[in-house]
């Protein structure tokens, strides 16, 4: 059974630009967080989606940050337009039950670079 | 306020060694979950285990020791005999039963020498 995949691995873009960054579940999870690392400090937590719906999105910095799952699958978090702060690692992770924290399974994370 | 503290940076310790990675967490919940999760080189993170609070007793898995105390409100992993495999950064990470957000530490980053 294959993992969550994330795509790209690598990302590096200049201040001002665009980036979207994929996540693939695991197949028939419902649930989808996204996650990220800055340079070395906590994991922080960026949002929660049930199939398509944002269960919770708390944790989104700011509103230059876009997340999307049409039709409950993949997802994606855009950033538009990028800034210096925000390089970082991008972690997806899914679960598949819906309580009690079933848990979760991440994906290898994408590093982004904003220069 | 919910937090989660790794005060151990970086861990250096020759092959064979027992190492302990120390967990101390924050949270006004009575119920709710800890964590350990592994990031080998690769970049993954692996899940290693999941403990909840009401469950006090210390967990063995192979080399692999934990211990949940909620006195101290700590939940330290210790690898007995560590290998080189074993280098890594270790995140500990809290769940509230409130809601679905993971809480984590900034990670010790492990480093075991042949």
């Known amino acids: 059974e294959a993992g969550v995949t994330q795509f790209p691995s690598h990302s590096v873009i200049e201040k001002g630009q665009t980036v979207t960054l994929r996540c693939d579940p695991i197949?028939?999870?419902?649930?989808l967080y996204w996650y990220r690392r800055v340079m070395g400090k906590e994991i922080k937590f960026l949002l929660h989606?049930?199939?398509?719906?944002?269960?919770?999105e708390s944790g989104m910095p700011n509103n230059r940050f876009l997340a999307e799952r049409t039709g409950g699958t993949y997802s994606t978090l855009k950033v538009q337009p990028a800034e210096l702060e925000d390089s970082g690692v991008y972690f997806c992770?899914?679960?598949?039950?819906?309580?009690?924290?079933?848990?979760?399974?991440f994906g290898p994370g994408t590093r982004l670079t904003v220069l | 306020a919910q937090k989660v503290t790794q005060a151990q940076t970086e861990i250096s310790v020759v092959e064979k060694e027992d190492v302990t990675l120390d967990c101390v967490y924050e949270?006004?919940?009575?119920?709710?979950?800890l964590f350990w999760y592994k990031q080998p080189p690769s970049g993954e993170l692996v899940f290693l285990i999941r403990?909840?609070?009401?469950d006090e007793q210390n967990e063995i898995s192979g080399r692999y020791s934990w211990n949940f105390q909620k006195s101290t409100s700590s939940f330290n992993f210790t690898i007995t005999a560590s290998q080189v495999v074993d280098s890594a950064v270790y995140f500990c990470?809290?769940?509230?039963?409130?809601?679905?957000?993971?809480?984590w530490g900034a990670g010790t980053k492990l480093i075991i020498k042949p």
């Open positions: 992770a899914s679960s598949l039950a819906s309580g009690n924290l079933d848990e979760q399974f």
């Open positions: 990470a809290l769940g509230p039963d409130s809601n679905y957000q993971l809480i």
């Open positions: 949270t006004r919940d009575t119920t709710y979950y």
């Open positions: 403990r909840n609070s009401f």
């Open positions: 197949s028939g999870h419902d649930n």
């Open positions: 989606f049930v199939k398509e719906s944002k269960q919770d």
